[in-house]
Every structure is written in structure tokens, then in C-alpha cells.
């Protein structure tokens, strides 16, 4: 099997490319260069050189904030490109796989959100995810739409890094205490991406670690963890402050826990709790020189 990854430099891209081509699967991971979401031309090119029988889209426009005032970027990268990526994918007969995210709800509910939950996006960047949602199943109706939140990983940028670099440089740290998810370990999810294309599957799926926490908690686990993992932890303490207090561009879902019930159905997929994944992840990044 040929799986073609893009954003393969990031932090989900990597550790999904590692993960398929330690199955033996051949990956093809094309640089920015090669593969640029905001040309068009470029899509259709690579996808007629390679013809790839998976194409796994981790590449996205990310910055939150920044969209506000960046949407038409936004939108194209995250609403036009996965559009012609899977119209591309269609006419070489292969699947694809989106990876989508929690953003696409407008974190008002109390439960957690199911596939068949109204989608109500607060934000730019979540209204763009979800348009490029929509532009991939209406181009290929057998594809997969992931949803995922709270991702972290040894590679890129993410929250668990810059509260590990704040705590060792002993700055204070503040983080909001009333939004809630499910934090996700990327290794975590690129193992359930491997499960997804070895059943064949296609539709919506929601996929994150076991267990929910709010931001402030979770940074709380990261420090806790971090000392334990052989970090040199000068802050200990996170103050708890309320979302009304950390005023941002984007407004944030308050409540961003997934339903998981349909992918956890699927025989081989493991959802860790997401404490146990945390530790695993400062572990394996205490090892890692240049990865902080």
C-alpha cells in the first residue's frame, strides 16, 4: 500500500508517517515545496505523479488567532485545498483520509459531542475546518473525516512544550480553568489512523485520548509529570484563571469532549487515558535534544 502523507514535517504528520512505515506500509511524505495548499496546480501534480491508494491530509491552517484576520488564507488552506486534494485522490481511483477538530462545535453542550451533533463553529479557523469537511465528502463520499482535540507530540509546537519551557525557565504560569477537552497524544491518534485505513473504513469518526481535563489541570499534569520524567521543573504551581481573563481573537469552545463510541467500536483501536499518554510522551521527549 502507497500512502501519501502531507504536512509530514508536523507534529501529527510525523508520527502518522512513522507509525504506517513501521507497518511496512511505503509513505511519501512531499515537502512544502512540492506540495503548497495555496496552489492548486501543485495538489493535482503531485497526486498524478505518485497516485497514492491513501492520501492522509494532516496539513492545515493551525493559527487560531491569527485567522481571525487572516480568513481568506485560512479558508484556502483549510477549506479549498483538502477540496481539490480529494478531487484529485477521486480521479486516481484511491481514499482519503481529513483530519478535522473539535473546533467545529461551539463547546455549548454538556455531553460529549457525537458525529450526528450540530456543527456550530465560534471561530474562523473552525469554520474553515468545517467547510473543509464539506468539500471533502462532496468530492469523494467515501473518505474519512477525523475529528481530533488537544493535540501534542514531541515534534512541532504544541501546549505541553511551551508549559515544559515556561516551568523550566521558571516563569509564572496562568492558564484558564473553565475550558474543557481531552487532551490527545499524536502518536496516540496516528496509531488509530493506521487502524482507520487497515478496516477500510470511511465516514466521521471522533478520536481522542480517554478522560477529559480542563487546560489548567492539564497543565497542572504536565508539570507533575515532567518532574517525574527528569525535567528540571523550577515552576510548580498554575494559577487558575477564568477565560474572561485571558481575552483572545478567536473564541475558544468551552466544552470540546468527543463522543468516541463509533472509532473505539472498531477492532484494534486503543484510546490510553490521556495522563498515561502524557507521561509516555515527556518520557520519550526527555530523551529527545533538539525536540523541545
Given at each position: 500500500?502507497?500512502?501519501?502523507?502531507?504536512?509530514?514535517?508536523?507534529q501529527?504528520?510525523?508520527?502518522?508517517?512513522?507509525?504506517?512505515?513501521?507497518?511496512?506500509?511505503?509513505?511519501?511524505?512531499?515537502?512544502?515545496?512540492?506540495?503548497?495548499?495555496?496552489?492548486?496546480?501543485?495538489?493535482?501534480?503531485?497526486?498524478?505523479?505518485?497516485?497514492?491508494?491513501?492520501?492522509?491530509?494532516?496539513?492545515?491552517?493551525?493559527?487560531?488567532?491569527?485567522?481571525?484576520?487572516?480568513?481568506?488564507?485560512?479558508?484556502?488552506?483549510?477549506?479549498?485545498?483538502p477540496?481539490?486534494l480529494?478531487?484529485?485522490?477521486a480521479?486516481?481511483?484511491?481514499?482519503?483520509?481529513?483530519?478535522?477538530?473539535?473546533?467545529?462545535?461551539?463547546?455549548?453542550?454538556?455531553?460529549?459531542?457525537?458525529?450526528?451533533?450540530?456543527?456550530?463553529?465560534?471561530?474562523?479557523?473552525?469554520?474553515?475546518?468545517?467547510?473543509?469537511?464539506?468539500?471533502?465528502?462532496?468530492?469523494?463520499?467515501?473518505?474519512?473525516i477525523?475529528?481530533?482535540a488537544?493535540?501534542?507530540?514531541?515534534?512541532?509546537?504544541?501546549?505541553?512544550?511551551?508549559?515544559?519551557?515556561?516551568?523550566?525557565?521558571?516563569?509564572?504560569?496562568?492558564?484558564?480553568?473553565?475550558?474543557?477537552?481531552?487532551?490527545?497524544w499524536?502518536?496516540?491518534?496516528?496509531?488509530?489512523?493506521a487502524?482507520?485505513?487497515?478496516?477500510?473504513?470511511?465516514?466521521?469518526?471522533?478520536y481522542?485520548?480517554?478522560?477529559?481535563?480542563?487546560?489548567?489541570?492539564?497543565?497542572?499534569?504536565?508539570?507533575?509529570?515532567?518532574?517525574?520524567?527528569?525535567?528540571?521543573?523550577k515552576?510548580?504551581?498554575?494559577?487558575?484563571?477564568?477565560?474572561?481573563?485571558?481575552?483572545?481573537?478567536?473564541?475558544?469552545?468551552?466544552y470540546?469532549?468527543?463522543?468516541?463510541?463509533?472509532?473505539?467500536?472498531?477492532p484494534?483501536?486503543?484510546?490510553?487515558?490521556?495522563?498515561?499518554?502524557?507521561?509516555?510522551?515527556?518520557?520519550?521527549?526527555?530523551?529527545?535534544?533538539?525536540?523541545?
Amino acid at each position: 500500500m502507497k500512502v501519501l502523507v502531507t504536512g509530514g514535517n508536523g507534529q501529527l504528520g510525523h508520527d502518522v508517517a512513522s507509525v504506517l512505515q513501521a507497518s511496512g506500509v511505503q509513505v511519501i511524505a512531499p515537502p512544502l515545496l512540492e506540495l503548497d495548499f495555496t496552489a492548486p496546480a501543485s495538489i493535482d501534480a503531485v497526486i498524478a505523479k505518485h497516485r497514492p491508494d491513501w492520501v492522509i491530509n494532516c496539513a492545515a491552517y493551525t493559527q487560531v488567532d491569527k485567522a481571525e484576520s487572516e480568513a481568506d488564507t485560512a479558508f484556502a488552506v483549510n477549506r479549498d485545498a483538502p477540496g481539490q486534494l480529494a478531487r484529485a485522490v477521486a480521479g486516481t481511483g484511491g481514499r482519503l483520509l481529513q483530519v478535522s477538530t473539535d473546533f467545529v462545535f461551539d463547546g455549548k453542550a454538556s455531553e460529549p459531542y457525537a458525529e450526528s451533533s450540530p456543527a456550530q463553529p465560534l471561530s474562523v479557523y473552525g469554520r474553515s475546518k468545517l467547510a473543509g469537511e464539506q468539500a471533502v465528502m462532496e468530492a469523494l463520499p467515501n473518505a474519512i473525516i477525523l475529528r481530533t482535540a488537544w493535540l501534542y507530540g514531541v515534534n512541532g509546537h504544541n501546549f505541553v512544550k511551551t508549559m515544559l519551557r515556561l516551568a523550566i525557565a521558571g516563569k509564572p504560569l496562568r492558564v484558564v480553568d473553565d475550558q474543557v477537552g481531552s487532551p490527545t497524544w499524536t502518536m496516540d491518534l496516528a496509531k488509530a489512523i493506521a487502524v482507520l485505513l487497515d478496516t477500510n473504513a470511511c465516514g466521521l469518526f471522533h478520536y481522542t485520548n480517554a478522560g477529559q481535563i480542563s487546560w489548567h489541570g492539564f497543565a497542572s499534569a504536565i508539570l507533575a509529570e515532567a518532574a517525574g520524567a527528569g525535567f528540571e521543573i523550577k515552576t510548580r504551581e498554575v494559577e487558575p484563571i477564568p477565560t474572561s481573563n485571558y481575552p483572545t481573537p478567536a473564541e475558544r469552545p468551552a466544552y470540546s469532549v468527543l463522543d468516541t463510541g463509533r472509532i473505539s467500536a472498531l477492532p484494534g483501536i486503543q484510546r490510553p487515558a490521556w495522563r498515561d499518554s502524557l507521561k509516555k510522551m515527556l518520557e520519550e521527549l526527555h530523551t529527545c535534544e533538539d525536540c523541545l
